[in-house]
T-cell receptor, first 111, second 115 residues
């Protein structure tokens, strides 16, 4: 059974810091991995999707890497801003089309 | 273009009462998903539709939960009767199809509180 773990569970940093969120999964047979952002009381917004054949994806200040063999992904946020405060979720997808989510990292960026 | 629309946003009911949630996916999206998200957890899939056919409902508690997607567009998720443990956020998502590269777009969710 695929299990997805995210560390840390919560993170509080001052504005401007570069930070790394971690995601690990137990079964390396995945189709892709996605990083989502969830604001309080809102749905999920897809940030980055990495196919199993890819090593990383970048969008603006966000960079996500994937090491399928070791079952790890990281989300790097450069020059963090208060507007980045949210919960970040990673999810892996297998051939069943089912997304398995981690429990999330709650990020707080203070001015 | 409108995203995935869900209603109501919030619902408070007493246990043993019925409740229904509605979802309107993005136009043209054939695949629709219902997830449940407990407090402090990631979403868990309840059911997935390909057009009007439910193709994965293994996680749906069928004794009290039901879902339908008439005409392969809008969908409703129903709980009858609701239990205290059903309190959660119910998220609907849609994607163009089930191809591996397609992103799932999520609605804002319905937050259910069962008292």
């Amino acid at each position: 059974k695929q299990e997805v773990t995210q560390i840390p569970a919560a993170l509080s940093v001052p504005e401007g810091e570069n930070l790394v969120l971690n995601c690990s999964f137990t079964d390396s047979a995945i189709y892709n991995l996605q990083w989502f952002r969830q604001d309080p009381g809102k749905g999920l917004t897809s940030l980055l999707l990495i196919q199993s054949s890819q090593r990383e994806q970048t969008s603006g200040r966000l960079n996500a890497s994937l090491d399928k063999s070791s079952g790890r992904s990281t989300l790097y946020i450069a020059a963090s801003q208060p507007g980045d405060s949210a919960t970040y979720l990673c999810a892996v997808r297998r051939n069943t089309d089912k997304l398995i989510f981690g429990t999330g990292t709650r990020l707080q960026v203070f001015p | 273009e409108a995203g995935v629309v869900q209603s109501p946003r919030y619902k408070i009911i007493e246990k043993k009462q019925p409740v229904a949630f509605w979802c309107n996916p993005i136009s043209g999206h054939n695949t629709l998903y219902w997830y449940r998200q407990n407090l402090g957890q990631g979403p868990e899939l309840l059911i997935r539709y390909e057009n009007e056919e439910a193709v994965d409902d293994s996680q749906l508690p069928k004794d009290r939960f039901s879902a339908e997607r008439l005409k392969g567009v809008d969908s409703t998720l129903k709980i009858q009767p609701a239990e205290l443990g059903d309190s959660a956020v119910y998220l609907c998502a849609s994607s163009l199809d089930r191809a591996s590269g397609n992103i799932q777009y999520f609605g804002a969710g319905t937050r259910l509180s069962v008292l």
